[in-house]
């Protein structure tokens, strides 16, 4: 059988087949698909590269420039923004190995970066503000094409083998100078026999030496009348777990000598592979960080494998103006971490104390105002507090930007749809790893919830603080790669009773009395009492699991996936994970929907597809405008998707029954203007659903009272382009004889119902107790008049519907007529009236009521007609008159046919509309 490609929607599965190359052909439509719904419905964070802003100029060259990015920041754990320049193979000298290895340079905008081609062999990562020069030198045969890059810590990088040598170093030293030229390098004065403080010299902006004490520095620089404030923020100059270290028992030596022999082999290695964020990455320092880093080696070696210092060191004085700023502001951010800052390690004595709270709160303010879009989600409470006991407030403060927005991008915000795909992406490396466990456990999305909270905290909520430090270790130098082989790893060790487990909440008292038994023996720390010690009343004692060992089983069994097969991975569940949000939102939106309408709930449903399907197909013909923008997931359900006058227009003329030939759009405008009560211009899904529901499901005074309300303001406009235009047909008239004779010989006494139906309408008025409609001014009503005409046209019965409405408008007419003329002469008796009513006109009070408040309510009222008013009761009572007209508002209408021409036309209907901009056919199809 021939090889095919399926694409699944919500409705169908559509094959294709026959590529001259599928494999290419399949990851084109992978990137399309994962641009697309990235940018309609994951807008909360996604920023569009600027060569995909416009669909009809997307081509394969940019797709796969756009995916080498994507690559190369997600290995290299860069920031969203770097752009890759350059892509060149190359073999750099590697002294530990006294050889050259051959790789391939990536070249960015503030980067140099090298991977070797042999996984985990050899990785460099040179940011261009440690360069001091490049250099060409001279080609011979050993060394063909090289050039040097020397850095600030008096090493020097040589690559051989590179083609196009000239123009490479021409935009490597054009680079440069834009970033020195951006960034001003801060020189230190470290003394180079300082071990620990060496390997930082080149990258931090503040040494040991100059680092003593932030907050008198900074005071230094500041006036006296301004040193009060500058205290109440003063920043802390030190790692917090040195402030309130405890002192070690006898018991403790020997794990301080464990700690000792950690420092010379890290010492070594510095020795022989770079002190620096420069440093040569291979699998022995892998080995080392598995291992655990040495307590007073930690923070720095956290920064310098995240990359932080670079943040750090090209921003200074960010923070401190941050936390000035932010500081004392209150929003709904401030009041979450307040909630949050004593559940923070609540068992370590650090944020027992007010200096570590503090600390705490400085660095989540700092951070939700630099970031709204994030602004503070939980579990950045725990993380923060951690970075803090091994890093210095600042550099805390850029450990957190270094993990939300590049190393855990998408995790920290309303729906943590970067943490729901690595969860899917979880599940799919649990049926390829551990196929055994797989079976026996159908429903995987139980692991999966789970293990949610060892993404989100990177173990540290779950496992005792101790060994959980190690696992941050990993993944600081790994990724999220650590993270994915050491669950993989915990559930292998787990498999057996995992899968005799009896139901959800014992597979997770498993998982939990494990983890809660994992030791570090070798930790220099005192232990520290865990929250989950709840789990461990077992009958049988747990056994105990080394952390080093647990670490060193997820490498060995597990640590075979390359970052390219996870970043592929995470293109293929994102799209499954976001269009599951969009089947919840859509849900939830029907749940609040459906009590309040009569429309069926398999007719809303599609109803809510053509509503969103209309916002999507906006979204792609106005690419570069602000329609995307209107999709907000961190919104209420109901509100996410928003129309705007154009896209109801179009959606009005598909599906209302309320057709009235060219006349249509002008009431789909009116319309779309009483439903737009905010006045923002945008109208959501139950305000729609609840327009229709009136017109094929109302009652008959339920769709006379949209149609007044739709001929009179907001609705109707003083400028609106036909409502000037007075309505010239002869059956208007207020001539019109009162009493008609019917073909069957009968005759109808209108000027009988006419006081009868004031009647009626007196005591409706005194049983209402809720606010009257404003009146109708006579310009208003001949709209109304000209709608309900153009409403009738074609209908079976339109000659029995003209013959209607004409008597209803002559009665209308007269009644406004009759106003008219009592306001002007003041009083009640004018000859029509006597004709009308030979009883005391006091008789009737809703004649009476109208002839002595139409003056003072059309004051009001910018009437160019004079005084000539109506009321909603009064046509409403005239319309009931006629038995064609009743029928014709009361006749059921099926929503459903309306439906399905709709699905079948609403594309049409968009390119049609947008033919003469020669816009291209959308490559896939989102929905």
């Not at 006991?389 to 995790?411: G, H, K, N, S, T």
């Not at 994102?574 to 309408?597: F, G």
Request: proline share 4%; hydrophobic share 35%.
């Amino acid at each position: 059988m021939t090889d095919i490609i399926r694409i699944t929607t919500s409705n169908k599965e559509r094959d294709f087949s026959m590529f001259l190359n599928i494999d290419e052909a399949f990851r084109i439509m992978e990137q399309l698909a994962d641009v697309t719904l990235r940018r309609l419905l994951d807008n909360e964070i996604f920023e569009l590269d600027p060569g995909l802003q416009d669909p009809t100029q997307i081509t394969k060259r940019v797709l796969e420039a756009r995916a080498q990015n994507e690559f190369f920041r997600a290995f290299f754990r860069l920031p969203g923004k770097e752009k890759l320049h350059e892509v060149a193979d190359c073999s750099l000298w590697t002294p530990f190995s006294r050889c050259h290895t051959a790789g391939r340079m990536y070249a960015s905008d503030s980067y140099v970066c090298f991977a070797s081609k042999e996984g985990g062999c050899c990785n460099v990562l040179i940011p261009l503000r440690e360069v001091v020069s490049v250099e060409k030198m001279e080609d011979t045969s050993l060394l063909p094409n090289p050039i040097i890059i020397s850095i600030r810590s008096k090493m020097a990088f040589q690559f051989i083998e590179l083609k196009n040598r000239d123009s490479l170093v021409e935009n490597l030293l054009l680079r440069l100078k834009q970033v020195n030229a951006s960034n001003p390098v801060h020189y230190n004065c470290v003394d180079k026999k300082e071990t620990n403080s060496l390997m930082f010299v080149s990258t931090c902006v503040l040494s040991d030496c100059e680092s003593q004490d932030l907050g008198t520095v900074a005071s230094q620089s500041e006036d006296k009348n301004e040193g009060e404030k500058e205290n109440s923020h003063l920043l802390n100059a030190e790692v917090l777990r040195s402030v309130f270290h405890q002192s070690g028992a006898e018991s403790l030596d020997f794990r301080m000598s464990r700690e000792q022999i950690k420092e010379r082999l890290w010492n070594d290695h510095f020795a022989e592979y770079g002190r620096t964020v420069c440093m040569f990455r291979t699998e022995k320092i892998r080995k080392l960080v598995a291992m655990g880093i040495p307590e007073s080696l930690r923070g720095k070696l956290w920064i310098l494998f995240s990359d932080a210092m670079s943040d750090l060191a090209s921003h200074p004085g960010y923070y401190r103006n941050l936390v000035e700023v932010s500081m004392g502001k209150c929003c709904m951010a401030t009041e979450e971490i307040e909630r949050d800052l004593h559940r923070s390690l609540p068992e370590h004595p650090t944020f027992q104390n007010e200096t570590g709270i503090a600390a705490l709160r400085r660095v989540l303010t700092a951070y939700a105002h630099r970031n709204p879009k994030i602004g503070y989600c939980q579990s950045m409470n725990i993380l923060t507090s951690v970075l803090l006991l091994y890093a210095e407030e600042e550099e805390a403060f850029w450990l957190l930007v270094a993990v939300c927005e590049r190393m855990l991008p998408d995790y920290f915000n309303h729906r943590v749809i970067g943490a729901q795909v690595d969860q899917s992406v979880f599940e799919e490396l649990i049926k390829e790893r551990l196929p055994e466990l797989a079976d026996h456990i159908k429903d995987l999305s139980t692991l999966a919830s789970i293990s949610l909270s060892w993404f989100l905290t990177l173990f540290l909520s779950i496992m005792p603080l101790e060994s959980a430090v190690n696992v941050v270790d990993c993944f600081f130098y790994d990724g999220i790669k650590a993270i994915f082989q050491l669950g993989l790893a915990i559930l292998e060790a787990n498999a057996v009773e995992l899968c005799n487990s009896k139901d959800d909440g014992h597979a997770l008292m498993i998982l939990s009395r494990f983890l809660d038994h994992v030791k570090n023996e070798e930790s220099p720390l005192p232990p520290i009492s865990n929250q989950h010690a709840f789990f461990s009343d077992e009958q049988e004692p747990c056994p105990v699991t080394e952390i080093a060992d647990l670490i060193h089983d997820s490498y060995e069994k597990f640590g075979d996936h390359s970052v390219e097969q996870i970043e592929h991975m995470r293109y293929k569940h994102r799209i499954r994970v976001l269009q599951s949000h969009e089947d919840t939102t859509k849900q939830n939106v029907l749940r609040v929907v459906i009590p309040d309408v009569s429309i069926l709930p398999e007719d809303l449903e599609e109803l809510y597809d053509l509503f969103k399907r209309e916002h999507l197909m906006s979204c792609y013909w106005q690419w570069m405008g602000p329609v995307i923008e209107r999709h907000d997931p961190n919104r209420p359900y109901a509100e996410q998707y928003r129309i705007d006058s154009q896209q109801f227009t179009n959606l009005y003329e598909l599906v209302s029954p309320w057709t009235c030939g060219e006349h249509t759009k002008v009431l789909a405008e009116r319309t779309f203007r009483l439903l737009d009560e905010n006045m923002d211009r945008l109208i959501e899904f139950k305000g729609f659903a609840s327009c229709l529901d009136v017109m094929y499901n109302g009652e008959m005074n339920e769709k006379i009272n949209m149609l007044y309300r739709l001929h009179i303001p907001p609705a109707l406009t003083e400028n609106e382009r036909d409502s000037q235009s007075p309505l010239k047909n002869p059956l208007l008239s207020t001539s019109r004889p009162l009493v008609l004779e019917k073909a069957n010989g009968d005759t109808v006494d209108y000027q009988k119902q006419l006081k009868q139906m004031l009647k009626d309408l007196a005591k409706e008025k005194d049983a209402k107790t809720e606010k009257a409609m404003p009146k109708m001014s006579q310009r208003e009503f001949i709209q109304f008049c000209k709608t309900l005409y153009s409403m009738f046209h074609e209908d079976p019965e339109e000659n029995y519907l003209y013959q209607a409405i004409a008597t209803v408008t002559t009665l209308l007419l007269q009644i406004g007529e009759v106003g008219q003329r009592s306001s002007s002469l003041g009083s009640g008796s004018d000859e029509f009236t006597e004709d009308l009513q030979p009883e005391a006109s006091a008789q009737d009070p809703v004649f009476t009521d109208t002839v002595k408040t139409t003056h003072k309510e059309t004051q009001a009222l910018p009437v160019t007609e004079g005084n000539w008013i109506i009321s909603f009761e009064q046509i409403l009572a005239s319309l009931l008159t006629e038995q064609s007209l009743v029928n014709f508002f009361e006749k059921p209408l099926e929503l459903k046919p309306k439906l399905e021409n709709a699905k079948l036309n609403q594309y049409t209907l968009k390119t049609n509309g947008k033919s003469s901009q020669s816009l291209a056919e959308p490559v896939i199809n989102t929905q």
